[in-house]
Structure formats: structure tokens, C-alpha cells
Nanobody
């Protein structure tokens, strides 16, 4: 399972960005998809995630400003970020929790959580 993230960039305080992530690789099911962010020298922290059933979790800093959604195919996840602040500056990583995919023999395989390559979001004051 591979994840490709896009949409990072630079904005001024109060601006908006939309992050997108697509999972590929003969996917059967992904339990949850979401976004983490990482500050230099710090561990990754949850920003938001969404389950297949639509259950959503937001960090306190994301509530009211960010909106997470999954595509109809359930292998894409988007993060609409509004009212951005300088403290939102970080590298954002998408992830896919408990992915299940078909291997080359068309047998279902449960894989480890997968992570995207990270996309930098910079918010200037």
C-alpha cells in the first residue's frame, strides 16, 4: 500500500490549504485514514482521522478550523485547513490504518499502517 500526499505550501495567517492523499495498491479496505503533523524535533501528533464508518477525531487545535473527509472510494482522504496560524507550520503526513490489499495471487493481505511521504505546510505571520 502506497500513499501519495499533495497540497502543502505556504500561506499567510488566516489563509487556507487543502491536503489530499490517495492510497494505491489493489486495496480492499482501509479502516481509518487521517493526518498527523510533526514539528522539528518532536513526535508526530494526530491532527484528524476518519474511519470507514465516518467516525471523526480532531485534535483540539484542529477543531473548528479543519475538516477531514474521505472520498467515495474510501482510499482517499482530504484535509481542508482554514484560518491557518503560524503554529500550524509543520510537515503533515497522511496515514492509512489497518489496510487490507490483494497480493499477486489475489489473496487478501493485512498490512501494517502505511504513511505518506509528508508535505510541508508553512504559515507566515
Amino acid at each position: 500500500v502506497q500513499l501519495q500526499a499533495s497540497g502543502g505550501g505556504s500561506v499567510q495567517t488566516g489563509g487556507s490549504l487543502r491536503l489530499s492523499c490517495v492510497a494505491s495498491g489493489s486495496i480492499i479496505r482501509i479502516d481509518a485514514m487521517g493526518w498527523y503533523r510533526q514539528y522539528p524535533g518532536k513526535e508526530r501528533e494526530l491532527v484528524a482521522d476518519i474511519s470507514t464508518s465516518g467516525t471523526i477525531k480532531y485534535s483540539d487545535s484542529a477543531k473548528g478550523r479543519f475538516t477531514i473527509s474521505r472520498g467515495d472510494a474510501k482510499n482517499t482522504v482530504n484535509l481542508q485547513m482554514n484560518s491557518l496560524k503560524p503554529e500550524d507550520t509543520a510537515v503533515y503526513y497522511c496515514y492509512a490504518g489497518n489496510p487490507v490489499y490483494y497480493n499477486s495471487d489475489y489473496a487478501p493481505v493485512a498490512a501494517r499502517d502505511a504513511w505518506g511521504q509528508g508535505t510541508l505546510v508553512t504559515v507566515s505571520s
